[in-house]
């Protein structure tokens, strides 16, 4: 039991970075990531996850981030202060402050399916396979959704031959 | 520089995620090296990864704040379950004091069952245990009838008479005297009756009930079918498995013989038999 403790504890940190890029903002994802912890947790003697521990918290923290989805449609959206568009914004200082700025919006404009699996594996670097069952989706169907979600951003983020950033290591 | 066939969108893709295989990634990259559009297309995926990286990486970054700490949490958990097997406790004995409270409180809520249930009850419980017995069904014997209804009527302070129900096929066979409770008749008296086939029917009479009132009631019970009458004089339960038909005709005949045949109770009865 203590291993499985410390093996949810090393997958902290993903899931929050994970919530945060979703959600977008910092007290809904730390929020989301505890419940998904305390749903893990309170199932551990029952549910012996089979597979990777990384898979079966990211598959829990997604369908409580749906239902919450959902519930947030019903309600009519939430929308933080500091995520309130503030126009206009200060100018860019360097060639790739604005790029950001512009493909974080292109990322939360993504319809939800296209942005769960594109986040899951860009930012998570998670393989095909894991990311296909974590969202629960076939392969074939997670491809074509990252194939969409990144055309749509390249239409959005503009094709400039500018890289966004120098790219750092 | 080596030619390469043309690669699937989706190969590509899976290149710029990171998805191939050394060996499969190198092909790949050949084939970008010839083809300059792939190249750009590829280059843009990898710089709008950049972005997203550069964009939410640093939350990963962050000291976990105390709440998301897994020990803590599962130590939480505990610690609410706890309380809620208290509860559940709490409630367990919370549980038992109520019923216990209603098991004493009983007799202030319990309706004292009435005296024709308590007797049709007795009737048919009675015919059960003695219309089963061979040897012992009667305490005394038809042969010696006189005796019978004359001591039956001595203990039962109340002068009764045996039906005679030898035009429904009955016979008596004898009859027998039985406790009963002081508010519902007292004492009673079973008398048994037989057929050729040896189905069995008893007639259970006590002393009038304390109000004296008439009442009737056919009922059944246990699988056996009960006409009950109570009059001013006495109370009676004919009992027996017949079918309905003849269960009737041979309450009917009990009913008539042991009121004298007539009056407003005999009517109202004999219609009740006759309808009900």
Known sequence: MGDLIAEIEACVPALRRYARALTRNADVADDLVQDCLERALARRGLFRPQGPVRAWLFTILLNLYRNGLRASRRRGETVAIEDMPSEPMTPAAQPGHMALAEIARAIEALPPDQKEALLLVVLEGVSYAEAAGILGIPQGTLMSRLSRARAALRIIGGTSGEPYLRTVK | MTTVGPISRETLLAYADGQLSAAE???????????????????????????????????????????????????????????????????????????????????????????????????VNAHRVFSAENRHAVEVASDEEEHLVTWLSNRLETPIGAPDLSPEGFALKGGRLLPGEPQAGGRAAQLMYEDAAGERVTVYITAALPDRKPAYEFTSRDGAAAFYWANEAITCTVVGTLPGERMKAVSQAVYRQLTGGGGIGAGIAGDYLENG
């Open chain 2, 25 to 123: 990634a190198e092909t790949v990259e050949a084939y970008l090296a010839a083809n300059p559009e792939a190249a750009a297309e590829v280059a843009l995926w990898r710089r709008q990864d950049d972005a997203i990286r550069t964009l939410f990486s640093p939350a990963a970054a962050e000291p976990v704040p105390l709440r998301l700490k897994p020990a803590r949490l599962a130590a939480e958990l505990k610690m609410r379950n706890r309380g809620r097997w208290r509860l559940a406790a709490a409630a367990v004995v919370l549980l038992g004091l109520g019923l216990g409270a209603g098991w004493l409180a009983r007799p202030l809520f319990e309706r004292a069952p009435a005296a024709s249930e308590m007797l049709i009850a007795s009737a």
